[in-house]
């Protein structure tokens, strides 16, 4: 018995809510075509560039993945899940494939009204809470995933000025259990699951020789940063590592994305993670960033700045004890004296690296998305796990409400 906690059932939904949106995927985005991003179940197109980078029999496992495709590829992994039932009455656990970031991404930039931006969470919940399952819970054995930050989802005004959808705030929405890629801390009902990264083994072995690769690779670099500065920010951190790290050439390797192309995974930053042993991961849009995991996929080890970014995200994929995998050195100190940048890094032993590099390689394949109908041996990846947890909570939710009934 392989799905002891249970099974889920995936709603048809109507098309308009996410099968329209792929195919209409030259409008979901005002600047380019999101084609190409939501292409191959949502994996993106085969990665090129890559010989040198990645050994040749591993290239085919590698995508241009893009960081807010999770909701495309959820789904696409949900339709042939081992614990999918099509028996409502066999459920414990309700998938909505609503692609919530996509339905909104179009309208959150230029003219549109805040009615324009709620429009297709409305309408999913308002057929979702016409069918019976819903009914008898309230939606509280509902789950959803969300493709981008939660922020985006949390409106809190109908001014059309403000930022994002009330998606999460509205009612009907009280009781629905959401994965997304950065939760809030505060909320409950939020899970964090991890960004989406370029690489999707085909088994297991794709696996072991990615772990033996990166657990034998030569690192040039002691730390290394990957990003572009953000010029309209005042005081902006990224433009202080940027700088500190263009001083310190000898111990760090820059990536500067505004010269270099750093789409999905690009193979110039795959080269300068695996190239490092430690990486320095400033907050993103939210205080998580992709980069964090692209950088853990090569196995180097990032460097926090802020709590929030690993504090109470990932629950359930990363170690409890964030120190045994990651270094964090406070904004506000580097801010004072960034040349604290190197001298705590260069504190650490050889074996304190590989300790932690070890840890690592350990926990890797739980921040994969494997293709659908792979079979990766004994190993769980990212989606597995979130499923597990998913169908752990809503079993043990059912139990209690028995006790207490």
Known sequence: RTCKNGRIYVYDLPPMLNKDLLENCHDIDPWSSRCTAVSNGGFGPPATGLSGVVPANLTPAWYWTDMYAAEVIYHDRMNSYKCRTLDRNQATAFYIPFYAGLAVGKFLWFNYTSKHRDFHAAEMLSWVSNQDPWKKSNGSDHFIMLGRLTWDFRRLTDDNGEWGTKFIYMPLMKNVLRLAVEKSQWDDLEISIPYPTSFHPRSEPDIRQWQTLIRTRKR?????????????????????????????????????????????????????????????????????????????????????????????????????????????????????????????????SREDIEKMREKIIDFLPRLLYSRSNTDLGSVEDAFDVAMDGVLRRFKQQKMDTKLKG
Not at 222 to 237: E, H, M, P, S, Y
Not at 246 to 271: F, H, M, N, Q
Not at 274 to 281: H, I, T, Y
Not at 319 to 329: E, G, K, M, Q
Request: proline share 3%.
């Open 220 to 348: 040039s670099s002691l730390f290394t940063f990957v990003g572009a500065t953000r010029k309209k920010i005042r005081n902006d951190f990224r433009g202080v590592l940027m700088n500190y790290c263009k001083t310190e050439s000898a111990a760090c390797r820059v990536v500067d994305c505004s010269v270099a192309r750093c789409y999905d995974g690009a193979p110039a930053i795959l080269e300068a993670f695996l190239d490092s042993d430690f990486c320095l991961q400033p907050k993103g849009d939210g205080f998580t960033r992709r980069s964090a995991f692209d950088c853990m996929l090569a196995g180097s080890i990032p460097v926090f700045f802020w709590r929030g970014s690993f504090e109470y995200q990932y629950e359930w994929h990363l170690p409890r004890d964030a120190l045994t995998y990651s270094v964090f050195i406070d904004h506000g100190n580097v801010r004072n004296d960034t040349s604290i940048i190197r001298n705590v890094l260069e504190k650490f």
